[in-house]
């Protein structure tokens, strides 16, 4: 099966509608061309705030909306829900799982990231990672049903491994998820249980670095990790997990005596969380081989200042499967994070050369434009790292929480999603409760 277009407009398809796809379409809504917007999902998902999905503190619908409804006032954007098989650069054309063959005269991959578990990939089994709602409603699961099984666990070894929750990886993802957890154990679940103490888990944060949330600068790194201690968070740092199974973790890191060397121990854990690494989607292993662009360790594709690859001026590649440099005039290009802005800016930049080269004009290399880094700990604790024309502006606790809070909810799809967050978090802020604590039954295990 194929796609018809318009005769004689200019045929663009843009792979996933993440931030990178989803602004590179918007981009295009008054031009002259005809888009196909092509995801394996019907949803663009704001990811920062997938983890409290995943944490019972927001419902699905109020991070997600429908790819349809975002642009059912966009004529020239048509979007299919399909997997991408295959990308054929002699033929111009996009193949999906079920035989559709999307042909482009231009065309944007903005597929995303998975996650990475450093060639140990039968732990994802045991230790999930958080990349999707479906990944999110199953650390959900795993999360609540540790206290249900602890609650009718006669054995207090057992017991203490069920109420023991290890998140791998102190980024973002993972120093936000430690805290939500240690607020469910001590303030959520608080009273409901008559077996169990749910005050009493252990909220492991473990790191293979020498500090948390090293993106930020020590100062507001140190401040994360006060504020996490606080919260009752265990934090580990330089501590390597070596292997994971069903019932726990096995952990290498120093000697806390202080001795040289370091020693390894096992973590009897029931709930393992995954937020160390990141990887490409494999996509973009697969388009390196179809038109011989490098891709990094990671399996980013390298791209040229313009965001297109190497001998493939019509091909871009935008947002996390991108290993792109940020070009300013008299300084030396910087690798763009990979961050949820860094995405945006270069859905919009690849978008626009796409304008250009339809114009015979010339493209332009992009220009990442760094507005900071902020991650919230728990309740009212958060740092901020803000760059601004007059240096960096970095400040933590109550209002960097509020900082954060706003900004999140500003930069969500929709005027009802924004209200909707606003009103879950005023009530979860004065009750300490999350109300989408519910799992669906979990047919074969007798969960539910």
């Not at 018809?4 to 602004?23: A, D, H, Q, Y």
């Not at 503190?57 to 429908?66: D, F, K, M, R, V």
């Not at 968070?233 to 060397?261: C, H, W």
Request: charged fraction near 20%; proline fraction near 6%; hydrophobic fraction near 45%.
């Amino acid at each position: 099966m194929s796609t018809t277009t318009s005769p004689g407009r200019p045929r663009i398809v843009i792979i996933g509608c993440g931030f990178g796809g989803l602004e590179a379409a918007r981009k295009l809504q008054s031009a002259e061309v005809d888009v196909t917007v092509v995801d394996k999902t019907n949803h663009h998902l704001f990811q920062p705030l997938l983890y409290q999905v995943a944490t019972a503190g927001l419902a699905a619908p109020s991070i997600a909306a429908p790819v349809r409804l975002l642009f059912r006032r966009q004529p020239n954007v048509t979007t299919l829900l399909g997997e991408v098989t295959q990308i054929d650069p002699a033929a111009h054309e996009v193949h999906l799982a079920d035989g559709t063959r999307l042909a482009w005269d231009h065309l944007i991959v903005a597929a995303g990231a998975t996650h990475s578990y450093f060639g140990n990939d039968g732990w994802a089994r045991m230790a999930p990672g958080l990349k999707t709602l479906a990944d999110a409603f199953e650390i959900r699961r795993r999360v609540l049903m540790s206290f249900e099984a602890a609650e009718v666990e006669p054995d207090p070894v057992r017991r203490r491994a069920l109420l023991t929750f290890a998140v791998i990886g102190a980024g973002p993802t993972g120093v936000e998820m430690a805290g939500t957890l240690a607020e469910i154990a001590r303030h959520t679940l608080e009273g409901e249980f008559r077996r169990i103490d749910p005050g009493s888990a252990e909220v492991l944060l473990i790191e293979g670095g020498a500090r948390v949330l090293q993106a930020m600068p020590e100062s507001l790194s140190q401040r994360a990790l006060e504020q996490l201690q606080k919260l009752g968070v265990q934090v580990r740092l330089n501590a390597r997990v070596t292997s994971i199974d069903e019932k726990g973790l096995q952990v290498e890191s120093p000697f806390s005596d202080g001795g040289a060397g370091t020693g390894s121990h096992r973590i009897d854990c029931h709930c393992v969380i995954w937020a160390a690494g990141v990887a490409a989607s494999p996509l973009g292993r697969l388009l390196g081989a179809a038109t011989g662009a490098e891709t990094d360790r990671a399996g980013r594709v390298k791209v040229l200042p313009d965001l297109s690859l190497p001998g493939h001026p019509d091909i871009s590649v935008v947002g996390d499967l991108a290993a792109a440099m940020s070009h300013r005039p008299g300084k030396e290009p910087k690798p763009v994070p990979g961050v949820s802005p860094g995405a945006k800016q270069m859905g919009r930049a690849a978008a626009a050369n796409v304008l250009r080269r339809i114009a015979g004009k010339k493209t332009v290399p992009f220009r990442y434009r760094d507005y900071g880094n902020l991650a919230t700990i728990g309740r009212n604790s958060a740092v901020v790292d803000l760059g601004t024309p007059f240096g960096p502006l970095r400040f933590s606790g109550r209002l960097a929480w509020l900082f954060w809070l706003f900004a999140h909810a500003y930069f969500l799809i929709g005027f009802r999603n924004r209200i909707v967050v606003l009103m879950d978090w005023a009530s979860a802020y004065w009750s300490f409760q999350r109300h989408a604590r519910v799992v669906a039954e979990v047919r074969g295990k007798g969960e539910s």
